[in-house]
């Protein structure tokens, strides 16, 4: 596709419920980077994938929450039992190469989860 | 830990001045990149300029600019000649070795026509 895509755009669900957000990176991107934006904030990292291996999951909050990238492409970040405090803006970046810094970070529109 | 910090929540400035938005930050590494990233009310998230910790010669884009300060580790970005599609949140953010952009807070930026 043209850019990064992250569906659904909204998400609301009660507490307690497991919720599954989809990250589609540009195509041949091999870094797929997770971030979390509470509002007010700045980003926090929550995962890094490298093709299909999860290189880097020390963001992750809890055991709640989990990711994968099972062909190196689509990625899903699951959370299990949701709680209001998960409430926040879950963003979805790719880039080409496997360092961020040397080229340009693709940011999708994020998915903007609500818990009740 | 590297941390970013940005002590202006609000700033605002009349259309076609130039503002001065801060960040400094904090790191043992001498080799990372610094970033500059706009957020507008439709939350996208927008590289408007990057700097690499090597280089000297501070990073420009078109009317922006920063003034990279790497002993001081202060990271500022200068708007010139503000717009109104200029007013967003604007976040300064850190990659050093691992894989994590480290953001800070934010400002908010406020154009006033």
């Given at each position: 596709g043209a850019g990064v895509s992250q569906s659904p755009r909204y998400k609301v669900t009660k507490r307690g419920q497991d919720v599954a957000l989809r990250c589609d990176p540009i195509s041949g991107h091999v870094s797929l980077y997770w971030y979390r934006q509470a509002l007010g904030q700045g980003p926090e990292f929550l995962t890094y994938f490298n093709?299909?291996?999860q290189q880097d999951k020390s963001g992750l909050p809890n055991d709640?929450?989990?990711?994968?990238?099972?062909?190196?492409?689509?990625?899903?970040?699951?959370?299990?039992?949701?709680?209001?405090?998960?409430?926040?803006?879950?963003?979805?970046?790719?880039?080409?190469?496997?360092?961020?810094?040397?080229?340009?970070?693709?940011?999708?529109?994020?998915?903007?989860?609500?818990?009740? | 830990a590297q941390t970013v910090t940005q002590s202006q929540p609000e700033m605002s400035v009349q259309e076609a001045e130039t503002v001065t938005l801060?960040?400094?930050?904090?790191t043992s590494e001498s080799d990372y990149y610094l970033f500059w990233y706009k957020q507008p009310p439709s939350r996208q998230m927008i590289l408007?300029?990057?700097?690499?910790?090597?280089?000297?010669?501070?990073?420009?884009?078109?009317?922006?600019?920063?003034?990279?300060?790497?002993?001081?580790?202060?990271?500022?970005?200068?708007?010139?000649?503000?717009?109104?599609?200029?007013?967003?949140?604007?976040?300064?953010?850190?990659?050093?070795?691992?894989?994590q952009l480290i953001w800070g807070a934010g400002t908010k930026l406020i154009i006033k026509p």
């Amino acid at each position: 596709g043209a850019g990064v895509s992250q569906s659904p755009r909204y998400k609301v669900t009660k507490r307690g419920q497991d919720v599954a957000l989809r990250c589609d990176p540009i195509s041949g991107h091999v870094s797929l980077y997770w971030y979390r934006q509470a509002l007010g904030q700045g980003p926090e990292f929550l995962t890094y994938f490298n093709y299909e291996a999860q290189q880097d999951k020390s963001g992750l909050p809890n055991d709640r929450f989990s990711a994968e990238r099972p062909e190196g492409s689509i990625s899903t970040l699951t959370i299990q039992r949701t709680e209001q405090r998960d409430s926040a803006m879950y963003r979805c970046a790719s880039s080409w190469g496997s360092r961020a810094g040397n080229e340009k970070l693709f940011f999708g529109s994020g998915t903007q989860l609500s818990v009740l | 830990a590297q941390t970013v910090t940005q002590s202006q929540p609000e700033m605002s400035v009349q259309e076609a001045e130039t503002v001065t938005l801060s960040c400094t930050y904090d790191t043992s590494e001498s080799d990372y990149y610094l970033f500059w990233y706009k957020q507008p009310p439709s939350r996208q998230m927008i590289l408007v300029i990057r700097q690499e910790a090597y280089k000297q010669q501070n990073a420009t884009e078109n009317r922006f600019s920063v003034n990279f300060q790497k002993a001081a580790k202060s990271f500022s970005l200068k708007i010139s000649d503000s717009q109104l599609g200029d007013a967003a949140m604007y976040f300064c953010a850190y990659l050093g070795s691992n894989y994590q952009l480290i953001w800070g807070a934010g400002t908010k930026l406020i154009i006033k026509p």
